[in-house]
């Protein structure tokens, strides 16, 4: 037998092995591959008012992390141009006569005022639900073993 007949039939000879071995692949969704992804399980959000007891603050996981939101937020949406709910509570530390935690100096305008002298929301963080969303509690999809550094 020649050397390259020799090489050719080990070759088969490693595949078919190979082969006998083979289970289907499964994907981490639980499903064949080629499968459709099935819907995800519907989790309700919060109903908690703002300032309705505990849970309170939900800890950040990294610095410059955008807090999540622990209160429901539907009766403050849409925000439009003219029109942000959010502000009522959150422009001051303070809503009728209730503590609110403020939104940091990162969120006004270093070089606009308000008519009235009133420090004004920067543009860029007037859309506070494209940063800041809600949670649910739901469990991770897969192992992780990231460590946040707040606690
Ligand atoms: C009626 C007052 C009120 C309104 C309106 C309101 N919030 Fe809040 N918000 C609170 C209070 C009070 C807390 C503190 C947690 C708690 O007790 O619910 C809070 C907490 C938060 C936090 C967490 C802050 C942190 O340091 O972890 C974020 C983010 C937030 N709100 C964003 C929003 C956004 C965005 C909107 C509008 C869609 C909004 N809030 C509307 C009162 C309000
Ligand atoms: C571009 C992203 C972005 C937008 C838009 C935004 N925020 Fe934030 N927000 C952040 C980040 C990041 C932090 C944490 C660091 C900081 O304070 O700047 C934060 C912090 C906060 C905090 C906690 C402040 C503190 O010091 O504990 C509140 C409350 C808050 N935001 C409310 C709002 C509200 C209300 C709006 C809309 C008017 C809004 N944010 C828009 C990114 C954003």
Redesign the pocket.
């Known amino acids: 037998m020649n050397k390259t007949v020799t090489i050719l039939l080990a070759s088969l000879l490693t595949v078919m092995v190979g082969c006998a071995g083979y289970e289907p692949l499964v994907s981490m969704r639980g499903t064949e591959v080629s499968a459709a992804d099935k819907a995800p399980d519907q989790k309700p959000y919060s109903e908690r008012s703002p300032g309705a007891g505990s849970p309170a603050l939900i800890s950040r996981t990294f610095t410059?992390?955008?807090?999540l939101i622990p209160h429901a937020v539907e009766k403050y949406e849409p925000?439009t141009l003219k029109a942000?709910d959010?502000?009522d509570c959150?422009?001051s530390d303070e809503f009728k006569g209730r503590k609110m935690?403020?939104?940091?100096?990162?969120?006004f305008s270093k070089i606009r005022k308000e008519t009235d002298g009133s420090p004004s929301?920067e543009t860029?963080?007037?859309?506070?639900i494209?940063?800041?969303v809600p949670q649910v509690d739901a469990p991770a999809l897969v192992e992780n073993r990231f460590i946040g550094n707040i606690k």
Not at 64 to 67: A, R, W
């Open positions: 410059e992390q955008p807090p925000i942000n959010c502000l959150h422009i935690p403020k939104m940091g100096d990162s969120h929301v860029s963080r007037w859309q506070c494209g940063c800041h």
